[in-house]
């Protein structure tokens, strides 16, 4: 019952090879003199040929009996067959029933029956057998991979902050409370404090991919309450300097997937076109201007509604950053321009379907930093614990947050968000 090969690792070649393949038996076809059954595994399908004048009787009723989507482990003899898939067959000598599956199915894993988004998120577990979900999982394993090797190239270490926090990154309202034993504690929405602070703390370039919380209650195709945050910062680079390694991480990504994934982009049906750098730098007035001339009501000073999001994002029509932002529509920690402090240097990232990331220079003063807290209506005694690390030595830094999912959903064109999570979480879905 040990497991010798994976499905794409059986060839031709290995003919009259005994091997043992596991899995789920995806399809049972009994034409009488021979019965084909389809065993798959997470690398793809192997047909299993039983010939009723010479198969075992004991192993044709183990597969007469069957249920689809049970797991099954089948020992055989490699057989060369140029109209099977592959150009192979497996006849078996054992198979073994390793799980029994129930009928009716919860949803159907073969393509030929289709089945809504909802239900196949309430059956993850049946809906990650499917080939095209599998895929996604597959390259997002990779892209994810990609973004590690990357910033390790380019000298980032890898940290880990903490997800439950005593007060809010960026104030506002849009928190999880939770009860951490006496006291209110909340989920983090960002890493952004704490990966400030391994700046003050000598570590120079970080980076983090991890969840972060929003407890914002949207309900988009773009949106989710629990999201997975690609994070660096870095000391000694300002806004410019992040920005040309956020667009070359994004090209190294698509020319990772690209080269590494065609199978899994060939199931999908999908061609990734690998972006050109430098992307496009927008400024945000001319961005406004763009909405204000495709009809959008827009003043200066507004933050971008997704109808200008879709407006400017058609005009450029490829990847695309909007810079120069104005000072009060960002966080305290973005760094204003010295000679125009109306103006901050704050970038956001943008696929023309919508905004992937968000960064800026940040402030490095203590007390221009406290002053931004309090002209934000923040108390500032309750950012202590950050501010503090700003009165014994911060160098100037920079970074970004990108989203793990819309970076992933965009590079494949994908329309809802909850494809591309195992287990989404936004204002209805809290299970499985």
């Not at 009928?103 to 049946?126: E, N």
């Not at 902050?161 to 034993?181: D, H, S």
């Amino acid at each position: 019952m040990i497991r010798t090969h994976y499905s794409t690792q059986i060839t031709p070649d290995m003919n009259g090879s005994s091997i043992t393949v596991c899995g789920w038996a995806h399809e049972i076809r009994d034409l009488g003199g021979i019965t084909f059954l389809v065993v798959r595994d997470r690398e793809g399908p192997v047909q299993v040929t039983l010939f009723k004048k010479t198969i075992d009787k004991n192993v044709l009723e183990i597969v007469r009996g069957l249920s689809r989507e049970s797991v099954v482990a089948v020992t055989g003899t490699v057989k060369k067959e140029a109209k099977a898939p592959n150009g192979y067959e497996l006849v078996p000598t054992a198979v073994t029933v390793l799980g029994r599956a129930e009928s009716p199915l919860p949803m159907d894993t073969t393509g030929k029956v289709d089945a809504d988004l909802d239900t196949r998120l309430d059956a993850r577990f049946m809906d990650t057998r499917r080939p095209g979900t599998q895929a996604i999982f597959r390259i997002r394993h990779l892209m994810l991979k990609s973004v590690r090797d990357y910033l390790a190239r380019e000298g980032f270490v890898e940290i880990t902050t903490p997800k439950v926090v005593a007060t809010a990154t960026e104030g506002g309202t849009a928190l999880f409370p939770i009860t951490y034993f006496e006291r209110e504690a909340f989920l983090n929405q960002s890493p952004q404090l704490f990966k400030q602070l391994m700046m003050s703390g000598g570590l120079d370039r970080v980076f983090e991919i991890g969840p972060i919380f929003r407890a914002e209650e949207h309900d988009t195709r773009k949106h989710l309450n629990e999201a997975t945050s690609i994070d660096i910062e870095a000391s000694f680079l300002d806004n410019e300097d992040v920005m040309v390694i956020l667009e070359n991480l994004v090209k190294h990504v698509y020319s990772s997937v690209a080269e590494d994934e065609a199978r899994h982009l060939k199931t999908l049906g999908i061609e990734v076109k690998v972006p050109k750098t430098p992307f496009k730098r927008v400024a945000y007035d001319e961005a406004i201007d763009i909405a204000r001339d495709h009809g959008e009501k827009i003043e200066w000073g507004d933050d971008l509604t997704t109808e200008s999001e879709h407006s400017i994002g058609e005009t450029i029509g490829e990847h695309y950053f909007i810079v120069d932002w104005p000072t009060k529509i960002k966080p305290f920690y973005a760094q204003p321009y010295e000679n125009k402090p109306e103006i901050c240097r704050a970038f956001d990232m943008m696929h023309p379907r919508m905004e992937l990331s968000s960064g800026a220079q940040r402030v490095h003063s203590y007390e221009t930093l406290r002053s931004r807290i309090e002209a934000q209506g923040l108390n500032a005694d309750s950012f202590e614990f950050y501010l503090k690390a700003f009165r014994f030595g911060m160098p100037p830094h920079a970074g970004w947050g990108l989203g793990a999912e819309r970076l992933l959903m965009t590079m494949l064109g994908i329309d809802n968000i909850r494809e591309v999570v195992l287990f989404p979480r936004d204002r209805k879905r809290l299970s499985p």
